[in-house]
């Protein structure tokens, strides 16, 4: 049996998940439920909800990050030393959650003047993060760990190229270490061979 993650036709918080199997040659069922067959589909899910995943052994586990955190432990990217994990776990919250629920709040938000205030919002409490992270938390010479590739570098380029656009969220050009560390896991050949095969999906 293989691998099988489901989810609906969406990047969302599964992405991260998908990259991972992308980076590492993890062959995958990716099923995309329809969202007309989610009610049906909504009691046999592990917690309710999707991202799950199917293991080989049968057993089904639910959490998007949990489940790419298992992964990124499982093909060694989630860093080399216990302070690295620290360090790539901590990058990860941050993206997902912390600024990703920014960001729903504003998909959510119908009012247009409520909606501005919130990328408002989401915009200046990036710049501050991302402020802290170029100074203190970007030790490679373009990943997050000094080590090299991770999850957390994974996690950052799923926020920026996958998310920020859809918000108009700007990563300053002063970021100099976090845009290397983006453009390094675009041209990183098995993320672009996904990104170019992957279904379409608006979000
Ligand atoms: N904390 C969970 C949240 C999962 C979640 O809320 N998934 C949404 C899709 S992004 C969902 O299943 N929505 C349908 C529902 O809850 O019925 C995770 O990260 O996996």
Known sequence: ???????????????LIRY?????GQEFED????RESWAERKPDAPLGSVPYVVLESGERYAQATSLARF???????????????LQSDMIVDLVRTDIIPLLVKIFFEKDNEKKAALKKE??????VWF???????MKGES?????????????????????????????????????????????????AEWIEKRPFSPM
């Open 131 to 137: 402020e802290k992270v170029e100074a203190l938390y």
């Open 71 to 85: 992964f990124a432990d499982k093909f060694d990217i989630r860093g080399k030393t216990a302070e690295e994990k």
């Open 31 to 34: 099923e995309r439920i329809q």
């Open 122 to 127: 989401a915009q200046d409490k990036v710049n």
């Open 1 to 15: 049996m293989s691998i099988k993650l489901t989810y609906f036709n969406a990047r969302g918080v599964a992405e």
């Open 143 to 191: 990943s997050v760990l000094e080590s090299g590739f991770s999850w957390a570098d994974l996690a950052l380029f799923n926020a920026v190229n996958d998310f920020f656009p859809n918000f108009n969220i700007i990563v300053d050009e002063k970021f100099e270490k976090i845009h290397k560390t983006i453009s390094a896991v675009k041209s990183e050949p098995k993320i």
């Open 20 to 24: 991972i199997f992308a980076y590492a």
